[in-house]
């Protein structure tokens, strides 16, 4: 394990300050004014309704891009993974909260060491928990790791709002756990977490509304019996960039975590809009090229190692009329009417931005559009394949 | 970019000597057993018939198993990028074949320069070609870079043979193409690459068998025109996994691309086997671990940000039983009748080896098998991400 030159930041090298040309492909290309419309009209929404926002980390891993989201307003980030956590707040992140659950002593060995290390100062931490095993195993992480002053860390009761993947049973369960995280002297119990995660992408408003409605009754419920209990429940976190509208107009989600709304992607763009709610704008995209040309078709050199396609092929954003075909891990298939030349530029809106982004070291921002704009920064992808 | 340690790789640190059980997950791990099995069924399979062997390492990325591969009789390996070549030619791969395309002026100069660093000794390059534009290019690049000495580098040209995706069309094109890179005193015509990849996943072996015959045809036809011009084609390139067998038997291709026969994953195990060809073992896992347990199903913390579902989700090896739902990025649903216990191992086969070792830095090579076995090592994935 050496540290040669690294090719795969190295053909970034030199790029601040020139055209869009220069930028080598495929590229993970960021319209700076596009995302900054969006970070400042999600920041807007949030001030106008008094709640917090803390959007998800794990959709770009860069702590450039949450240090911003915090200087506008943002009180942290939510990561999934313990690593990710760690690479941000080696980066300078200082407040993450991981809104997953780990039960395995070696990572919240990780976790605790890092707590202990900023406890003067530096990052602070927060979990979530949907297991007595997991609140013992954490509480044992931080003794072990010689963090001993009080509510060390905060930590989320996860409840399962009707997703079906992690969390406890609202009611009694969560308000077992909940008692247990606060007879530990070194966690804090901050709240229920309640992320519904297959209502994100639910097309028609009134599914996406409905499904939240049922989430709030579980939420609603579960907190009224902490509280009953003695516990307050001081804050509900949860959201993602398809339903946020819904938790903010519940009243009972003090804490929104949506994250994709920053680069908006081609799925959460085939939702049905919400009334009212912010518009927000493509700006990721997948900067590529034509590498071969028959009679019928392009093959440009941007295949499933550049983008992910879980939730569906890439759209062709530019040249218009344009369908993408997937031609394998390196290669994407082009048809139309107008097919460009060899050499010619595509760009390519991903279908899902977050596994995307995960398999870029860079991204590369660039002012004035993606036609005549210049690069104004490489973003560094900080938290690239921290999955531990 | 500055180069903060990095916990991708922190987490692997000290593993060396240590049993299964501390390997942190979700981790790709690497059988070693069954892969130097796999390993030696390819190298005997092309010793006995007189194949070149040229192993696709855009599978594995690998410099360490590059070298094992060619330390066991492979010619060299294939990657499909230009900078897979860069990263692993840095770690002393020495014969290196960019079996793909390129027209980019930035790309072909990163080549020529590496081609020129490598004139005594070190690393020998190839490229495939499919177009005058790639051909006149790459002449450019060269002399750019100050290459001046005879057939600094190898060229193959492509046809399509079927896929529809890159290469010439067979016959008269690739005649004209061969007499291009005849023309360039910098390149060495060295032959055809004739790879068709969506055979490769054609379950029945008569449809393979078939797609195969015809490309052969195509290939014969196209080196016949060629050898009656007076050029010599030295060889013939490509084959998969799926279907060498059958390039192998037709008596034309002189030269076997194979990849995944080293790790074999869930999507080529899907295909009915060929009768008299080598039995080639699972032998790429990700260990993952149960963080969540409802009363009806499993969560596991390896979603599709470890392993690549564009083939199909990954098998569970182990525990027997259990099926696996797609639970998003970071998170797995197991069900089934015997659900582990939070905390507990499970074992998946990738359905798709090539774009899931893309997403880890590191492979853990396991001696002993998955239950007692030791680590041995840990494979650095020395040309993750090396998409340019």
Redesign the interface.
Known sequence: ?????D???A?FDGLIGHGVA?I????LVIDLDAMERNLHRMADFCTARGLRLRPHA?MHKCAELAKLQMAHGAVGVCV??I?EA??LA??GVEDIYVS?????P??LA?LAQAVRANANGGTRFAIAV??A??VQRLGEALAHAGVNHPQAIDVFVEI?VGH????VTPGEPALALARAVAAQRTLRFIGLQAYH?SAQHQRPVAERRDTIARAAQAVAHTRALIEAAGIAVPLVTGAGTGTFVHEAASGLWGELQAGSYLFMDADYAANTPDEGAPAFEHALFVKA??????DA?A?I?AG???H???SGLPRVWWPHGLSYA??????G?LRGDHLPA??DTVWLVPGHC??TV?????MVGVRGGLVSGRVER?L?VDA?????
């Not at 394990?1 to 030159?5: E, G, K, L, Q, R």
């Not at 079906?164 to 969390?167: D, E």
């Not at 995960?358 to 860079?362: E, G, I, P, S």
Request: net charge negative; charged share 30%.
């Open positions: 394990m050496n540290a040669a030159p090719p795969r930041l053909r220069a080598d492909t495929p590229a794990k999934q993974k690593d760690l690479a080696a980066q997953n659950e780990a039960v395995d070696a990572k990780r949907d297991s095993l997991g399962d079906g993947r992690c969390g995660g090229q034509v590498m071969s040309r028959g078709h093959v050199d499933h190692k550049s992910a396609i879980d997937n031609g394998g891990d390196e290669h298939v060899l050499g977050d596994p995960n398999l870029h070291d860079a490489v560094r690239r394949g921290a999955i531990g």
